[in-house]
T-cell receptor, first 117, second 114 residues
Framework: AQTVTQSQPEMSVQEAETVTLSCTYD???????LFWYKQPPSRQMILVIR??????QNATENRFSVNFQKAAKSFSLKISDSQLGDAAMYFC??????????????FGQGTRLTINP | DAGITQSPRHKVTETGTPVTLRCHQT?????MYWYRQDPGHGLRLIHY???????DKGEVSDGYSVSRSKTEDFLLTLESATSSQTSVYFC?????????????FGEGSWLTVV
C-alpha cells in the first residue's frame, strides 16, 4: 500500500520570502500522480499543483513549484514570494488507481504554514 | 469550481440517529467520492462510486453506506451516528479531459454527533 509522509507538522516564513515543504512517499508503481492541496481556515481543499511521475520536468504554477525526485520518492513544494494568503494547511497526496478507473488519494498528515508579516 | 454542492453544510445530531449527507454535481462526472477529515489525518476515503448504482468501500467504510441512483447525486448515510463519526466530510469528483487525473473537492460538511 502507498504511504505519504510529511515530516514537518508546522512551518513559518516571513512574508515575501521562500519556503519549502517536504513530502516523501512509498510506492511500487512506476506511473502515478502527486498533488499538493491547500486547505485555508475555510477548510476548502484547493488544488495547488500536480506532477505526473513520467514527466521529468518539475511542475510550476506561478509562485508554486515542486522538486520531484522520483528515485528518492520525494516531492517537495516551494512557495516563492510568500504572501499572507498562502497561510494554510498544505497536504501532499498520492494518486492510486482502484477499480473501474476510479482513483484514490492517499494523503500525508499535513503541514501548517504560517506567514509572518 | 467543479460544480459540487454538499448539503447540509453543518449538522448537529444525537448519537443513534440516522444522518444522510448529500453530494450534488452538475457536470455529469462519472466518479464520485466521500472522504472524511479528522485531526492529525489528511483525508481518508470512505466510499466511492464509478457509476450509477456502482459503489465500493474505501479504507474507513465501517458505519457508513452510500447510494447513487442518478449520476448527479451521491448520498452518504450514517445508519446510527456515533461520536467517533464527528468529522468534516468532503465529497469529491474525478475531473475529465485534461483534468482526468485530478480529484476536486466540495466545500465540506461539518457533522457533530453529541
Amino acid at each position: 500500500a502507498q504511504t505519504v509522509t510529511q515530516s514537518q507538522p508546522e512551518m513559518s516564513v516571513q512574508e515575501a520570502e521562500t519556503v519549502t515543504l517536504s513530502c516523501t512517499y512509498d510506492t511500487s508503481e512506476s506511473d502515478y500522480y502527486l498533488f499538493w492541496y491547500k486547505q485555508p481556515p475555510s477548510r476548502q481543499m484547493i488544488l495547488v499543483i500536480r506532477q505526473e511521475a513520467y514527466k521529468q520536468q518539475n511542475a510550476t504554477e506561478n509562485r508554486f513549484s515542486v522538486n520531484f525526485q522520483k528515485a528518492a520518492k520525494s516531492f517537495s513544494l516551494k512557495i516563492s514570494d510568500s504572501q499572507l494568503g498562502d497561510a494554510a494547511m498544505y497536504f501532499c497526496a498520492y494518486r492510486s488507481l482502484i477499480i473501474q478507473g476510479a482513483q484514490k488519494l492517499v494523503f500525508g498528515q499535513g503541514t501548517r504554514l504560517t506567514i509572518n508579516p | 469550481d467543479a460544480g459540487i454542492t454538499q448539503s447540509p453544510r453543518h449538522k448537529v445530531t444525537e448519537t443513534g440517529t440516522p444522518v444522510t449527507l448529500r453530494c450534488h454535481q452538475t457536470e455529469n462526472h462519472r466518479y464520485m467520492y466521500w472522504y472524511r477529515q479528522d485531526p492529525g489525518h489528511g483525508l481518508r476515503l470512505i466510499h466511492y462510486s464509478y457509476g450509477v448504482k456502482d459503489t465500493d468501500k474505501g479504507e474507513v467504510s465501517d458505519g457508513y453506506s452510500v447510494s447513487r441512483s442518478k449520476t448527479e447525486d451521491f448520498l452518504l448515510t450514517l445508519e446510527s451516528a456515533t461520536s467517533s463519526q464527528t468529522s468534516v466530510y468532503f465529497c469529491a469528483i474525478r475531473g475529465t479531459g485534461v483534468s482526468g487525473n485530478t480529484i476536486y473537492f466540495g466545500e465540506g460538511s461539518w457533522l457533530t454527533v453529541v
